[in-house]
């Protein structure tokens, strides 16, 4: 099942039907996110984002722009608001009176997470607002390593890269660099450690005191948007940041999200 807002979903329904689908980072993701949610092919799909290793003993909500609590408070007026994450699965609930917040579902026996940061046309950011050390790509595995729900952590982490296939590799990409530079995870510890925003440390939310052990537990992938689409739909050679110079592709496409968006 898809977890969302009304207004982020006539946000893609709106877009879809603008035909303004071609830059649109959130339509793409949203395509992909309905695969995960729907498709018979889940499991397999699934195993492509984390590892062939997890365990599917449950039923899973697929969060689309959820939001777990920041790591970081307020100093001084600065503050690192709510990561919106474009797709985000497994142990997962909802947290109370929230419109998107997310937290660890600490009563899901399979105790799994992966986070995904989709990526069309734009970069990553270089630096976070207040937080000029700190890129989207730090921020949003900080955020998976401190994923917690009642003081509890999930046991395996997994954070997914997705983009374009163009891009796979592309050095010219700060995401790409700073992918590479995170299969070494003392890497990822090193630009964790320089940020400039304190840790969360309230009563019912505690920044981890063994984040060295937390980032053991991560398992970074990364996936292109044609391997999921061509897989489900069966478009073979697929680019979809060329669609408008492939005719064909590009009207298979455009029904597919405009049936996607009939059926929200």
Same mark, same amino acid.
């Given at each position: ?16 039907? &603008?035909?303004?689908? =071609?830059?649109?980072?959130?339509? !793409?993701? /949203? ?18 984002? +984390? ?8 039923? =899973? ?13 307020? @100093? ?17 609930? @909802?947290?109370?009176?929230?419109? +998107?917040? $997310?937290? =660890? ?8 997470? +992966?986070?995904?940061?989709?990526? /069309? /046309? &734009? ?10 050390? @700190? ?10 390593? +401190? /994923? ?35 299969? %070494?995870?003392? %890497? ?8 400039? $925003? ?6 019912? !939310?505690?920044?981890?005191? %063994? ?10 992938? !990364?996936?292109? =948007? ?8 069966? $478009?073979?050679?697929? %680019? ?25």
């Amino acid at each position: 099942m898809i977890e969302t807002t009304t207004e982020q979903i006539n946000k893609i329904v709106a877009a879809i039907k &603008s035909k303004k689908i =071609y830059g649109n980072e959130a339509v !793409w993701n /949203f395509l992909i996110l309905s695969i995960l949610s729907n498709s018979l092919l889940q499991k397999d799909y699934f195993q492509l984002f +984390c590892d062939a290793s997890i365990p599917m003993t449950s039923n =899973y909500d697929i969060w689309f722009e959820g939001e777990p609590l920041s790591p970081r408070t307020k @100093k001084r007026g600065y503050s690192e608001g709510n990561t919106k994450l474009d797709i985000a699965f497994g142990s997962i609930q @909802k947290r109370p009176k929230t419109a +998107c917040g $997310i937290k =660890y579902n600490q009563h899901n026996e399979d105790s799994w997470i +992966c986070f995904v940061e989709g990526k /069309f /046309f &734009s970069d990553s950011s270089s630096g976070i607002t207040h937080d000029s050390d @700190k890129n989207q790509i730090t921020r949003v595995i900080e955020n998976l390593l +401190c /994923f917690q729900g009642e003081d509890m952590f999930p046991k395996k982490l997994y954070f997914t890269l997705l983009t374009p296939k163009n891009y796979l590799n592309n050095l010219d990409r700060d995401y790409c660099r700073k992918f590479e530079e995170y299969k %070494n995870h003392e %890497n990822i510890l090193r630009d964790i450690e320089s940020s400039r $925003i304190p840790k969360r440390m309230k009563k019912d !939310w505690k920044y981890p005191d %063994n984040l060295e052990e937390r980032v053991k537990l991560l398992t970074i992938n !990364w996936l292109t =948007y044609e391997m999921i689409i061509e897989k489900e739909f069966n $478009i073979p050679e697929l %680019n979809i940041i060329n669609l408008k110079n492939d005719h064909q592709n590009d009207l298979k496409l455009n029904k597919i999200l405009n049936d996607l968006a009939n059926g929200l």
